[in-house]
């Protein structure tokens, strides 16, 4: 798998959709055996997916992916030793173009918000039905955002509680307001194209302009920008 990358006006590096050359590569760190087994289980059977390691702690995973890399990490927020909130900086650091998806029994919203500014690019509670768990490691592969709807939810009431809209926010266009609510629910850029009527590179060029209005470089900053500033609802 390789990662198209894109320029944006100020010379950042811009994430987009991964190509397929083989099937989504995808590692899990849980501590508890059991959900471990069998989520590793789960994924190792799903269509077009590979699971190349299971490990009970970051400090585990780390070496593992060094021999055996993935694109989607599956990684448990609560973990002996290194917290998932603070594995996943350490490794979006190490392994830039792996996507973490954090798993969670809780919703706490300051871990939501730390794993996302930290680098996750979603966020999914263990009660998520295995088959809403393999299509989130797809969207994740896709581009998306993907969020189990309590987090989503708890994210939004946040913002609506603690942020405004500011006098210095940037004008964006009705499209990219869409798109933005869009990203915001979880959707790739190939299902929210589906859903503006556009193609697939427009919703790039969004994205990029989105990106330079907004001072961010990832879609999880853009939406969590966009909605502590109201900008969306």
Do not use: W
């Not at 599956?74 to 900086?89: A, C, E, F, Q, T």
């Not at 393999?134 to 939810?153: K, N």
């Not at 500011?166 to 004008?171: F, I």
């Amino acid at each position: 798998m390789t990662m198209r990358l894109r320029e944006s006006a100020d010379g950042t590096t811009i994430p987009g959709p991964m190509q397929r050359d083989g099937p989504i590569r995808v590692a899990l760190v849980e501590d508890k055996r059991v959900i471990r087994e069998g989520l590793g289980e789960i994924l190792g059977r799903s269509p077009g997916i590979e699971c190349v390691g299971a490990y009970a702690s970051v400090e585990l995973a780390l070496p593992g992916l060094d021999r055996a890399p993935c694109d989607v990490l599956l990684l448990d927020i609560h973990l002996p030793g290194m917290s998932g909130v603070d594995g996943v900086r350490v490794v979006r650091d190490r392994f830039p173009d792996t996507r973490v998806l954090m798993l969670t029994v809780y919703e706490e919203e300051e871990m939501v918000f730390d794993s996302i500014r930290n680098g996750a690019s979603g966020y999914l509670l263990k009660k998520t039905p295995p088959r809403q768990i393999v299509e989130a490691v797809r969207q994740a592969v896709e581009g998306g955002s993907p969020l189990s709807p309590e987090i989503a939810r708890r994210m939004v009431e946040h913002f609506r509680k603690t942020g405004g809209p500011s006098r210095s926010d940037p004008e964006l266009t009705g499209q990219e307001r869409e798109l933005l609510r869009l990203l915001a629910e979880g959707h790739s850029y190939q299902t929210a194209a589906e859903r503006l009527e556009i193609s697939i590179n427009t919703v790039r060029d969004h994205v990029r302009s989105l990106y330079d209005k907004l001072h961010v470089h990832s879609k999880s900053q853009a939406v969590s920008t966009a909605l502590r500033r109201g900008l969306i609802d």
